[in-house]
């Protein structure tokens, strides 16, 4: 009896339906059952399960004699099913690499559930992806089964049944089965949910959602839309055979008439002759549902007036809607001017010698090199008056009470940078900020580059997607200094920014705590034994992907592999942390504890001086780890691709910081093997260090509080930390 069986009706969707059956048979977890319907369609769909049937016994192919609907079509699949769990997968969508195994980890932790809820994406046509709004929904019901009743929230996600199993003996005992017509995955949730006993969440995108630019069945202008009055005639007849449910009822009764209204709504949906009568016989169902003595308000309200009035307000709402937007305009348009009223009105006043004014990565807060040269400004200049740009005030609230701050574009922060000497960033300033003559902008960058930047991208279109090299340009023509930790960066960054500053070969001051060393107190936070090998994975983001995010190593097996007495930790790229990426497993392996997840960890030095070894693929973290003068593994499974994307400065497969692997299997051999530590490792990783870790010497920070802030001499780094340095070669050296 395999675990799952997974059944996909097919109709009219032969340019999808490979993707779909190819994210089933490629999955790692192999003990499943696909049962695909054709629902007699007149495309090439048959012949296309057919041939996926011949070559694969986990296939099999029921061909319908006449087309009955998607959930007629599931009931026909119900029969020959004998897995565990039935898993109804419509078929222009895709299971997520790894989404079985999850699924059944889950299932395995929860004692087999009646029914495991998970997580999805919407995946754009023009290819953008959009993680489930609600998925906190999952992430807050816990590791514990739950009833509606214990967790209500539930009923919060969307009314669909491909993003669940159920288990099936549930559904057989229960005789749940799909009626005709639209809308049908809602008399069957509320009533799976409902009656449910045992209910799991899975904090994980198990399905990518297809959105589809046409073609889709809810995306069709029809009166099959109509058939939502049926469906929910079916959920209250369910409830009112069991008075058990009937407190279910004011909820159910609220869900139906925002559901209709929701159809009504929207543009693409109901013929414009039909919407008077929708909106009817929406209102006279809704009156005869709804439960004595309850209040209707909100939105559902307009049902208990007329199509006129609903018509009226509608109208209203839509000229409401354009009103806001346009006085929004005008409103941007107002406060730009009051904000250069603010910077002209100070503007002639003199600049304040004592006032610095930082910011780091866009004003997320005190973070990296600024963080860093403001910290060391406090302790031997505390005349010097340090401001901190924020985005927001909630990250103004997550700052340290004893950190000066202001909001962008407020009228302190106008104030601020109109008198400000000294500007201290690691990204540049908006381009709204006037530079005043006399001021001092401080550029500290982001680490030592190995990927293209500024100008090197106009040859890279994908790279540079909805990034202006032009007006980067603009805005990087303000700096004065360039701050760079090794002669590499030094010519990247006078090339890839043909802007009049000067070089300063200070080291990064971030990286002080790394040569000087410091107390971390990760492990400790997060429960990790003091004697285990902490391997840290940092992937980087990929630009041949619009959504940036690429699954190159299974987690699960990698933790697996790396056996006892090891901790996995994964830090994601920071513009990958907020988006599906996280969704895509790993959030949910750090609640089981297989990974520790330390991808919200604000500063970076904390991970790193934590790790006693760095598995990465091309981030510049590399170039931070390497000053710790520990073992690197560089995972390079796609670097031709990644390389003819994105554009490198540095071949870094062949002057790398330690071994090199090029599959999974080799980089699991190099840990099983104890290579990853190995005299040639030591050997490639001095050699790494001598190219990029020249003027990184611990007094980065305290070398441009003195000589830029202060106006104090201080000798540049020696080089007699590292041997042999700016032996190497790269992409810039002249011949």
């Not at 609903?310 to 305009?329: K, S």
């Not at 997840?597 to 990465?616: I, K, N, Y």
């Given at each position: 009896m395999p675990r799952f069986s997974l059944i996909v009706p097919c109709f009219k969707v032969q340019g999808f339906l490979r993707e779909c059956l190819d994210s089933v048979l490629l999955q790692s977890f192999n003990d499943f059952e696909l049962i695909a319907?054709?629902?007699?369609?007149?495309?090439?769909?048959?012949?296309?399960?057919?041939?996926?049937?011949?070559?694969?016994?986990?296939?099999?192919?029921?061909?319908?004699?006449?087309?009955?609907?998607?959930?007629?079509?599931?009931?026909?699949?119900?029969?020959h099913a004998t897995g565990d769990y039935l898993f109804f997968l419509d078929s222009d969508d895709t299971l997520t690499p790894g989404a079985l195994r999850s699924i059944a980890d889950r299932l395995a932790e929860a004692r087999d559930p009646d029914v495991l809820v998970f997580d999805y994406a919407r995946t754009y046509w023009w290819g953008g992806t959009r993680r489930n709004v609600l998925s906190e929904v999952l992430a807050e019901a816990g590791p514990e089964n739950f009833t509606v009743e214990?967790?209500?929230?539930?009923?919060?996600?969307?009314?669909?049944?491909?993003?669940?199993?159920?288990?099936?003996?549930?559904?057989?005992?229960?005789?749940?089965?799909?009626?005709?017509?639209?809308?049908?995955?809602?008399?069957?949730?509320?009533?799976?949910?409902?009656?449910?006993?045992?209910?799991?969440?899975?904090?994980?995108?198990?399905?990518?959602?297809?959105?589809?630019?046409?073609?889709?069945?809810?995306?069709?202008?029809?009166r099959?839309?109509?058939?939502?009055?049926?469906?929910?005639?079916?959920?209250?007849?369910?409830?009112?055979?069991?008075?058990?449910?009937?407190?279910?009822?004011?909820?159910?009764?609220?869900?139906?008439?925002?559901?209709?209204?929701?159809?009504?709504?929207?543009?693409?949906?109901?013929?414009?002759?039909?919407?008077?009568?929708?909106?009817?016989?929406?209102?006279?169902?809704?009156?005869?549902?709804?439960?004595?003595?309850?209040?209707?308000?909100?939105?559902?309200?307009?049902?208990?007036?007329?199509?006129?009035?609903?018509?009226?307000?509608?109208?209203?709402?839509?000229?409401g809607q354009e009103t806001a937007r346009r006085a929004g305009l005008a409103g941007d348009a107002v406060a730009a001017r009051v904000r250069s009223g603010w910077a002209s009105l100070h503007a002639h006043r003199p600049l304040d010698p004592q006032l610095v004014v930082y910011s780091a990565s866009s004003h997320r807060g005190v973070l990296g090199d600024p963080a860093a040269v403001h910290a060391k400004a406090r302790e031997i200049a505390p005349q010097l008056r340090g401001v901190w740009?924020?985005?927001?005030?909630?990250?103004?609230?997550?700052?340290?009470?004893?950190?000066?701050?202001?909001?962008?574009?407020?009228?302190?922060?106008c104030e601020v940078t109109a008198r400000a000497n000294f500007f201290v960033n690691d990204v540049n300033w908006p381009g709204t900020l006037a530079k005043r003559p006399g001021s001092v902008h401080i550029h500290t960058h982001q680490g030592t580059p190995l990927k293209y930047l500024g100008a090197d991208l106009l040859d890279k279109p994908g790279a540079r997607l909805g990034f202006d090299v032009p007006q980067m340009l603009r805005r990087a023509d303000r700096w004065d200094y360039s701050l760079v930790a090794n002669r590499h960066s030094e010519l990247v960054w006078e090339r890839a920014y043909p802007c009049h500053f000067t070089s300063l070969r200070t080291g990064s001051p971030r990286n002080d705590v790394l040569v000087n060393g410091g107390p971390s107190g990760f492990r400790?936070?997060?429960?990790?034994?003091?004697?285990?090998?902490?391997?840290?994975?940092?992937?980087?983001?990929?630009?041949?992907?619009?959504?940036?995010?690429?699954?190159?190593?299974?987690?699960?097996?990698?933790?697996?592999?790396?056996?006892?007495?090891?901790?996995?930790?994964?830090?994601?790229?920071?513009?990958?942390?907020?988006?599906?990426?996280?969704?895509?497993?790993?959030?949910?392996?750090?609640?089981?504890?297989?990974?520790?997840?330390?991808?919200?960890?604000?500063?970076?030095?904390?991970?790193?001086?934590?790790?006693?070894?760095?598995?990465?693929?091309?981030?510049?973290?590399?170039?931070?780890?390497?000053?710790?003068?520990?073992?690197?593994?560089?995972?390079?499974?796609?670097?031709?691709?990644?390389?003819?994307?994105?554009?490198?400065?540095?071949d870094i497969t062949a002057e790398p910081p330690g071994h090199v692997s090029y599959s999974y299997r080799e980089l699991a051999w190099l840990f099983a093997s104890g290579c990853w530590r190995d005299e040639e490792s030591a050997r490639l990783r001095a050699d790494f260090r001598a190219r990029y870790c020249e003027f990184d010497d611990g007094r980065a920070a305290e070398r441009v509080v003195r000589t830029l802030l202060l106006g104090e001499p201080m000798p540049e780094p020696g080089a007699v930390r590292i041997p042999g340095q700016a032996t190497g070669r790269d992409a810039l050296t002249s011949a």
């Amino acid at each position: 009896m395999p675990r799952f069986s997974l059944i996909v009706p097919c109709f009219k969707v032969q340019g999808f339906l490979r993707e779909c059956l190819d994210s089933v048979l490629l999955q790692s977890f192999n003990d499943f059952e696909l049962i695909a319907v054709d629902d007699r369609s007149p495309d090439g769909c048959g012949a296309i399960l057919d041939e996926y049937a011949a070559r694969d016994p986990r296939v099999r192919v029921l061909h319908l004699p006449k087309n009955v609907g998607l959930g007629r079509a599931r009931n026909a699949g119900m029969p020959h099913a004998t897995g565990d769990y039935l898993f109804f997968l419509d078929s222009d969508d895709t299971l997520t690499p790894g989404a079985l195994r999850s699924i059944a980890d889950r299932l395995a932790e929860a004692r087999d559930p009646d029914v495991l809820v998970f997580d999805y994406a919407r995946t754009y046509w023009w290819g953008g992806t959009r993680r489930n709004v609600l998925s906190e929904v999952l992430a807050e019901a816990g590791p514990e089964n739950f009833t509606v009743e214990e967790y209500p929230r539930i009923l919060d996600l969307l009314m669909v049944v491909w993003n669940k199993v159920h288990r099936r003996e549930f559904v057989a005992a229960q005789g749940f089965a799909f009626p005709p017509g639209y809308y049908e995955d809602t008399p069957w949730t509320f009533p799976v949910l409902l009656s449910a006993r045992r209910i799991a969440a899975l904090d994980r995108i198990c399905v990518n959602y297809r959105q589809r630019r046409q073609g889709s069945i809810l995306s069709t202008t029809s009166r099959k839309h109509f058939d939502v009055h049926d469906q929910y005639e079916r959920v209250f007849a369910f409830v009112d055979k069991r008075p058990e449910l009937a407190h279910w009822r004011p909820y159910l009764h609220r869900k139906m008439g925002e559901h209709c209204l929701d159809i009504l709504a929207k543009p693409d949906r109901l013929p414009p002759a039909d919407k008077a009568e929708f909106f009817r016989r929406t209102a006279r169902m809704f009156h005869t549902y709804k439960p004595e003595g309850v209040l209707v308000d909100g939105e559902a309200g307009l049902l208990e007036g007329s199509w006129a009035a609903y018509r009226i307000r509608r109208q209203t709402a839509r000229a409401g809607q354009e009103t806001a937007r346009r006085a929004g305009l005008a409103g941007d348009a107002v406060a730009a001017r009051v904000r250069s009223g603010w910077a002209s009105l100070h503007a002639h006043r003199p600049l304040d010698p004592q006032l610095v004014v930082y910011s780091a990565s866009s004003h997320r807060g005190v973070l990296g090199d600024p963080a860093a040269v403001h910290a060391k400004a406090r302790e031997i200049a505390p005349q010097l008056r340090g401001v901190w740009v924020v985005r927001d005030a909630e990250t103004a609230a997550g700052l340290p009470p004893d950190v000066e701050h202001v909001i962008v574009g407020s009228r302190r922060y106008c104030e601020v940078t109109a008198r400000a000497n000294f500007f201290v960033n690691d990204v540049n300033w908006p381009g709204t900020l006037a530079k005043r003559p006399g001021s001092v902008h401080i550029h500290t960058h982001q680490g030592t580059p190995l990927k293209y930047l500024g100008a090197d991208l106009l040859d890279k279109p994908g790279a540079r997607l909805g990034f202006d090299v032009p007006q980067m340009l603009r805005r990087a023509d303000r700096w004065d200094y360039s701050l760079v930790a090794n002669r590499h960066s030094e010519l990247v960054w006078e090339r890839a920014y043909p802007c009049h500053f000067t070089s300063l070969r200070t080291g990064s001051p971030r990286n002080d705590v790394l040569v000087n060393g410091g107390p971390s107190g990760f492990r400790e936070r997060h429960g990790i034994p003091a004697d285990h090998t902490v391997v840290l994975y940092a992937p980087t983001r990929r630009d041949y992907r619009r959504t940036g995010h690429v699954d190159r190593i299974d987690l699960v097996r990698f933790a697996t592999d790396l056996g006892a007495g090891h901790t996995l930790v994964v830090r994601l790229h920071p513009s990958l942390a907020d988006g599906p990426a996280r969704g895509m497993g790993l959030g949910e392996l750090a609640r089981r504890g297989i990974v520790v997840d330390a991808s919200d960890e604000r500063h970076m030095a904390d991970v790193l001086l934590a790790a006693d070894v760095l598995v990465t693929d091309y981030s510049a973290v590399m170039f931070d780890y390497a000053l710790l003068d520990r073992p690197i593994v560089v995972h390079a499974d796609d670097w031709d691709v990644y390389r003819a994307s994105r554009g490198v400065y540095v071949d870094i497969t062949a002057e790398p910081p330690g071994h090199v692997s090029y599959s999974y299997r080799e980089l699991a051999w190099l840990f099983a093997s104890g290579c990853w530590r190995d005299e040639e490792s030591a050997r490639l990783r001095a050699d790494f260090r001598a190219r990029y870790c020249e003027f990184d010497d611990g007094r980065a920070a305290e070398r441009v509080v003195r000589t830029l802030l202060l106006g104090e001499p201080m000798p540049e780094p020696g080089a007699v930390r590292i041997p042999g340095q700016a032996t190497g070669r790269d992409a810039l050296t002249s011949a």
